[in-house]
């Protein structure tokens, strides 16, 4: 079954920075977009960035944009988002999403948690 397993949240200060992993298992990693997904408190999830699935091509939300890279490793079958210049409105429970036989899967999240 597919499975996904995220890694790397945690508790960081304003202008900090975090590298958020998954762990893919259960279909062809290497064949499928990958995307990153958070959700803050009283808020609607929302997609933060995706990565085509030979990772020639990147797309992120403008509140992210210059400041969070998405990256794979299909050897790994691993996808990570590392986050720089990290701000309060970063604070979330960040999903890893795949959408292998066109249905979503999710992680179980990671807190991010960014606080003086």
């Known amino acids: 079954q597919v499975q996904l397993v995220e890694s790397g949240g945690g508790l960081v200060q304003p202008g900090g920075s975090l590298r958020l992993s998954c762990v893919a298992s259960?279909?062809?990693?290497?064949?499928?977009?990958m995307r990153w997904y958070r959700q803050a408190p009283g808020k609607e999830r929302e997609l933060v960035a995706h990565?085509?699935?030979?990772?020639?091509?990147?797309r992120y939300a403008d509140s992210v944009k210059g400041r969070f890279t998405i990256s794979r490793d299909n050897a790994k079958n691993t996808v990570y988002l590392q986050m720089n210049s990290l701000k309060p409105e970063d604070t979330a429970v960040y999903y890893c999403?795949?959408?292998?036989?066109?249905?979503?899967?999710w992680g179980q999240g990671t807190q991010v948690t960014v606080s003086s």
């Open positions: 999403n795949a959408r292998p036989w066109a249905s979503d899967y």
């Open positions: 990565i085509t699935s030979g990772g020639g091509t990147t």
């Open positions: 259960g279909f062809t990693f290497s064949m499928y977009f």
